[in-house]
């Protein structure tokens, strides 16, 4: 299902970014 696969990608690249944003914070 190219849609499921598609909302899989944005919500791992929002999580990339929290965790980015996260490491460079500290």
Same mark, same amino acid.
């Given at each position: 299902?190219? !849609? !499921? !696969?598609? %909302? *899989? *990608? +944005?919500? &791992? &690249?929002? %999580? %990339? +970014? +929290?965790?980015? !944003? *996260?490491?460079?914070? &500290?």
């Amino acid at each position: 299902r190219p !849609a !499921a !696969a598609m %909302i *899989l *990608l +944005e919500v &791992n &690249n929002r %999580i %990339i +970014e +929290e965790t980015l !944003a *996260l490491k460079f914070e &500290n």
